[in-house]
Structures are given as structure tokens and as C-alpha cells.
């Protein structure tokens, strides 16, 4: 069974800093592509970062680039997004997902989420 | 950036009832659309990709059509758990798969 377990969600201030991490479980991580999608609360969903299984392709939304990186530990079977000078607007549930197989684009199987407040 | 526009925003339908849900992307996305079921307090399930296939798990009541800029996800009766509310996802230009604003479907 594919499980991705989210964490680090937390109240930070706006300019500060976090790591999400997400443990993924069920399946063969390496060969896996990953994202990251936020909901901000009562609001959609909106894509957030790609990384492919190899982490030779990577993709960030405008609204976050040059701000948040995505890595991951294909050994801890583990997705990261370090999110710096964070904002208002950040705050939202951020989901780790795994990509259907053969479609990186369309996230397939979703953690629970975990949840980003900046508020000062 | 392609815009996804959803309609209606709240859809009020009977148990049994077929509901239908729409989606207009602003540009050609030939078939690469999906459909999400979000329920409160829990993550999006995947129901559609490719416009029209079924995800795995997904039950057949369930069915996708359109192509193009047109994209309509069609309930054929409506049980109990399906009151949740639909996001369209456009994935033909991407990144970003950006996604509509969700319609909600309610008693």
C-alpha cells in the first residue's frame, strides 16, 4: 500500500524559513517522480514543485521559485521542500504526491498533508 | 499560464441524481485533463487523467469526456459519498498543471 507521510508543518514568521519532509512508503521510491501541491485554507489546489525519481528534472511555480527547493533521499525514501523567506500567502496545507506512472504531471497517490501557517 | 475555469461553482443534486461538471481551459489541452474528489478533511483522490480513463480503484459511475479547450465530468447516479467537492486539472502545458477552483457538490 502507497503511504507518504508528511511533516513539519508549523507557525513561522513571514521571512522565515521551514522543511517539509514527506516518508513514502508501498512502492519503489527512486523510480518514482514526486510533487509538492498547497491548498490554502477554504481555497484550491495549487501546484508547487516536481522532482523526478533520478532528481535530474526539477520543476517550481513561478509564486515559489528562487524561494523553495525540492530534494529528496532515494536511500530514507524521503521528499523534502525547503521553503525560505516565507510568506501571508504561503500559508496553506502543503501535500507531498506521487506522480501516476507515466505521467509526472498528474499527482496520483497524496499524503494527509501537513500544515504551514506565517503569521506574525 | 493556462487559466482552468469551472462551472458551476455549486452544483445541489439528489442522491441518484446525475450530475454533471464542467471545466473550460483557456487554451487547447488536446485530452491531458484530470479530475480530483477532494472530501473535507482529506486529501484529493485522482479520478480521471487522460480526459476520460479511469483511475485505478475508481468506480464506474465515474466518466470523463472532452478535448480541446472542453471538459465535462459526469456522475451517472449519485450515491451517498460522492458529495465532495471536483477540481479539474490541465496537464498540456506543463508546468504548472494548473488547476480550477473546484466545483461543490451538495445536497
Known amino acids: 500500500e502507497v503511504q507518504l507521510v508528511e511533516s513539519g508543518g508549523v507557525l513561522v514568521q513571514p521571512g522565515g524559513s521551514l522543511r517539509l519532509s514527506c516518508a513514502a512508503s508501498?512502492?519503489?521510491?527512486?523510480?518514482?517522480?514526486m510533487n509538492w501541491v498547497r491548498q490554502a485554507p477554504g481555497k484550491g489546489l495549487e501546484w508547487v514543485s516536481y522532482?523526478?525519481?533520478?532528481?535530474?528534472?526539477?520543476y517550481y511555480a513561478d509564486s515559489v521559485k528562487g524561494r523553495f527547493t525540492i530534494s529528496r533521499d532515494n536511500v530514507k525514501n524521503s521528499l523534502y521542500l525547503q521553503m525560505n523567506s516565507l510568506r501571508a500567502e504561503d500559508t496553506a496545507v502543503y501535500y507531498c504526491?506521487?506522480?501516476?506512472?507515466?505521467?509526472?504531471?498528474?499527482?496520483?497517490?497524496w499524503g494527509q498533508g501537513t500544515l504551514v501557517t506565517v503569521s506574525s | 499560464e493556462i487559466v482552468v475555469t469551472q462551472s458551476p461553482a455549486t452544483l445541489s443534486v439528489s442522491p441518484g441524481d446525475r450530475a454533471t461538471l464542467s471545466c473550460r481551459a483557456s487554451q487547447s489541452v488536446s485530452s491531458n485533463f484530470a479530475w480530483y474528489q477532494q472530501k473535507p478533511g482529506q486529501a484529493p483522490r485522482l479520478l480521471i487523467y487522460?480526459?476520460?480513463t479511469r483511475a485505478t480503484g475508481i468506480p464506474a459511475r465515474f466518466s470523463g469526456s472532452g478535448s480541446g479547450t472542453e471538459f465535462t465530468l459526469t456522475i451517472s447516479s449519485l450515491q451517498s459519498e460522492d458529495f465532495a467537492v471536483y477540481y479539474c486539472?490541465?496537464?498540456?502545458?506543463?508546468?504548472?498543471?494548473?488547476f480550477g477552483q473546484g466545483t461543490k457538490v451538495e445536497i
Open positions: 522532482i523526478s525519481g533520478g532528481r535530474s528534472i526539477i
Open positions: 508501498g512502492f519503489t521510491f527512486s523510480d518514482s517522480s
Open positions: 487522460g480526459a476520460s
Open positions: 504526491a506521487r506522480s501516476q506512472v507515466g505521467l509526472a504531471a498528474v499527482p496520483m497517490y
Open positions: 486539472q490541465q496537464y498540456g502545458n506543463w508546468p504548472p498543471g494548473t
